[in-house]
C-alpha cells in the first residue's frame, strides 16, 4: 500500500500516513531514555537465563548454571526457622514461666506464639485481647479469681478451674443461697444491696445495713471482709471481688439476686491435656502481659 507520508505543517514532524477524520498520526522517534532501558532490559534478560532456571521443556525446565532453585531455597529457609525456634522452644521448656518473662528475647518470642494460641484456643471464651464477656472473665485487668503471678496463671491454664482434672481449681463455686434454703428472699434482697453498696450503688440504705450482718455471716469467708476478694483475703476458693467494677455474671441488682440464689460455677478447661507445656507457658506469658499481671 503506498503510504502518504508528508510533514505535519505545525510541528514539522513527519506524520506515519494514517488518518482518522482528518487526525493524522505523527511519526516521533522513541525517547531515548526509553530505548536504553529497553535494551538494558534485553541485556539483563539474557544473562539471567543463562544463569536462573528460564525455559519450560515439557515437564522440567533449563535449570541455569547456578542450579538454585525456589523448592530447595524454601526446605532451606524453613530448616533455618525451625533450628532459630528449637534454639527458643528448648529455652522455654527448661525455664519458668516467670525465667522466661525475665529474658527479653524469650519473653517476645513467647508473647508471639502466646497471641496466635491465644486467639485459637481461647478468644472463643475469653474475647480477643482477652477483654471477657458475661461468664467469662477478663482476663485484662487486675481482678483474679485464682491469682495473677505467672505461677498461677500457669496453673489455672493447665489444669483448668472445676474441669475434669485432679488439680484443677476449685472444686467448689458460689453457693446457692437461695436454692439451697441457706437465706430467705428477704436476706437475699438485703445483702444484695449490701453489695451493691460496696460500689456505691444502694438504691436502699436500711436494706444495705441489714444486708452487711448477712453478709458477714454468709460470705466473708470466701469473699473477704468487705468483698475485697479471695486472692486479696488470702482464701484459695476463687471468689471474686466484689468492690470493683468488673464483673464476671453481671452487678446490676438483679443479676446479683440470681448468682446468690441460684450460685454459680463456671468452668475453665484443663488446657495440659491438650497442649503441651511448651505451648502453655507462652500462654501464660502472654496472658500475664495482658494488662493484669500481678
Ligand atoms: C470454654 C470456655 C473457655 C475457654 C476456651 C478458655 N477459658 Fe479460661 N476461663 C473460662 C471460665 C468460665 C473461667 C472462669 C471460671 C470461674 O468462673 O471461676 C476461666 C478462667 C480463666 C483464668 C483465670 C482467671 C482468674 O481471674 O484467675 C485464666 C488465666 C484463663 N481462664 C485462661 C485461659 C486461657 C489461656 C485459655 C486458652 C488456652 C482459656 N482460658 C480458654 C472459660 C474458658
Ligand atoms: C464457698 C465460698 C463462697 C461463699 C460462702 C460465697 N461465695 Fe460468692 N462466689 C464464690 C465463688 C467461687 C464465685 C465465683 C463463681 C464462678 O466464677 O463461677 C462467687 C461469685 C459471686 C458473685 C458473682 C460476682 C461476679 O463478678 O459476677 C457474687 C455477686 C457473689 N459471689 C456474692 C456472694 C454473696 C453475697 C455471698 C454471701 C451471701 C457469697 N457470694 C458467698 C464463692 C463463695
Not at 471464651?125 to 491469682?147: I, M, N, R, T
Not at 437475699?188 to 436500711?206: F, G, H, M
Request: net charge negative; proline share 3%.
Amino acid at each position: 500500500m503506498a503510504r502518504n507520508i508528508e510533514k505535519d505543517a505545525l510541528s514539522g514532524v513527519e506524520t506515519t500516513g494514517h488518518e482518522w477524520d482528518g487526525l493524522k498520526e505523527l511519526n516521533n522517534p522513541l525517547p531515548k531514555w526509553w530505548l536504553y532501558v529497553f535494551y538494558v532490559c534485553i541485556a539483563w534478560s539474557l544473562v539471567y537465563y543463562v544463569l536462573y532456571p528460564a525455559w519450560p521443556l515439557g515437564k522440567s525446565h533449563t535449570t541455569g548454571v547456578l542450579g538454585w532453585t525456589m523448592r530447595e531455597q524454601i526446605v532451606e529457609d524453613l530448616n533455618k526457622a525451625k533450628q532459630a525456634q528449637s534454639k527458643f522452644t528448648s529455652a522455654i521448656a527448661a525455664k519458668s514461666v516467670d525465667e522466661i518473662q525475665k529474658d527479653n528475647e524469650l519473653r517476645n518470642f513467647a508473647m508471639a506464639g502466646g497471641r496466635t494460641m491465644f486467639n485459637e484456643n481461647c478468644a472463643a471464651c475469653h474475647g480477643a485481647g482477652g477483654q471477657g464477656a458475661k461468664g467469662f472473665p477478663s482476663l485484662a485487668d487486675d481482678v483474679w479469681l485464682w491469682g495473677g503471678t505467672t505461677a498461677d496463671i500457669y496453673k489455672t491454664i493447665q489444669h483448668g478451674i472445676r474441669a475434669d482434672d485432679p488439680d484443677t481449681r476449685g472444686p467448689a463455686g458460689m453457693t446457692a443461697f437461695g436454692k439451697d434454703g441457706i437465706l430467705n428472699a428477704g436476706q437475699i434482697d438485703q445483702v444484695s444491696e449490701y453489695v451493691l453498696s460496696l460500689t456505691n450503688r444502694a438504691t436502699d440504705a436500711a436494706k444495705a445495713t441489714a444486708g452487711q450482718a448477712v453478709f458477714e455471716e454468709n460470705c466473708v469467708a470466701c469473699h473477704g471482709e468487705k468483698g475485697i476478694g479471695s486472692v486479696k483475703a488470702g482464701i484459695e476458693v476463687g471468689a471474686p471481688p466484689l468492690n470493683t467494677a468488673s464483673w464476671i455474671f453481671g452487678g446490676d441488682k438483679a443479676t446479683l439476686m440470681e448468682t446468690i440464689t441460684n450460685g454459680r460455677a463456671g468452668v475453665m478447661p484443663n488446657w495440659a491435656k491438650r497442649l503441651d507445656d511448651v505451648t502453655i507457658k507462652q500462654l501464660a506469658v502472654y496472658v500475664h502481659n495482658l494488662g493484669g499481671g500481678q
